[in-house]
């Protein structure tokens, strides 16, 4: 039977516990419409309890980031197994659920944080801080993509093409959510066919992308997205 009596919460649990609570609010609104009384509340604790594990709202604006950052490094991670244009299909559909699920917050990342208010702008500190966390997201995306290509060191057209590819990614997720007037299934499969259009314009250029684009579609099957995007250009063609 329940005695009711609730355990009290160690330091690192609480502000792991105020930091999921943060980024979910973060996730649904801009931060700066997110008060810390509405933070305290959510968490079932006291204002004063709140500034105790933080020093205000930025520090806690800039944790609940650290942790949506890993998250969405870690929706590249893909296992390096079939075919490549499946594995990307996969890539694209965690990316889109993190960006459906947190859309304000991702916006914000990704525009290097909104100023949230706490007496004025936020300091240099607080924007390095965030644009290293941007760049943690798209050197972990990068490393993903030379790794289910089975490169160990990217000559400079194919990095050119896998950090485009991420930009693109980027680009894409943060102008549909300003409306999603296109369903986001048809972007997550657009952004597959993007990847293989990139390495098929530069391999037109470059005899060392045209051997790992060959190598890319060699084993795709008929009914894969990469198969699917050559049916449709050879029908434009037609």
Do not use: C
Request: charged share 25%.
């Amino acid at each position: 039977m329940s005695t009711g009596v609730r355990r009290r919460l160690g330091v690192e649990e609480r502000r792991q516990q105020l930091i999921g609570v943060a980024l979910e609010l973060f996730s649904r609104r801009s931060p700066d419409e997110v008060s810390i009384d509405e933070i305290a509340s959510a968490a079932g604790i006291s204002r004063p309890l709140v500034y105790h594990y933080f020093p205000g709202k930025l520090s806690l604006y800039e944790a609940a980031l650290k942790r949506a950052s890993e998250d969405l490094a870690g929706r590249f991670a893909e296992p390096q197994e079939g075919p490549l244009g499946a594995r990307l299909l996969r890539v694209m559909r965690r990316f889109f659920d993190f960006v459906d699920e947190h859309g304000p917050g991702f916006s914000a990342l990704m525009r290097g944080g909104p100023a949230v208010s706490v007496g004025g702008a936020p300091s240099m500190s607080h924007v390095s801080a965030t644009n290293a966390l941007i760049d943690s997201v798209r050197q972990a995306a990068y490393e993903q993509i030379l790794a289910h290509l089975d490169v160990t060191e990217a000559p400079a057209r194919l990095e050119l093409v896998v950090r485009s590819w991420i930009s693109l990614a980027e680009s894409t997720a943060l102008i549909w959510l300003d409306g999603r007037r296109i369903p986001r299934a048809e972007l997550e499969v657009q952004l597959v066919h993007d990847f293989a259009a990139l390495a098929a314009v530069s391999a037109a250029q470059d005899e060392e992308m045209s051997t790992l684009l060959k190598r890319m579609v060699k084993d795709e099957p008929g009914d894969g997205p990469f198969a699917d995007l050559a049916v449709r250009l050879l029908a434009l063609a037609g």
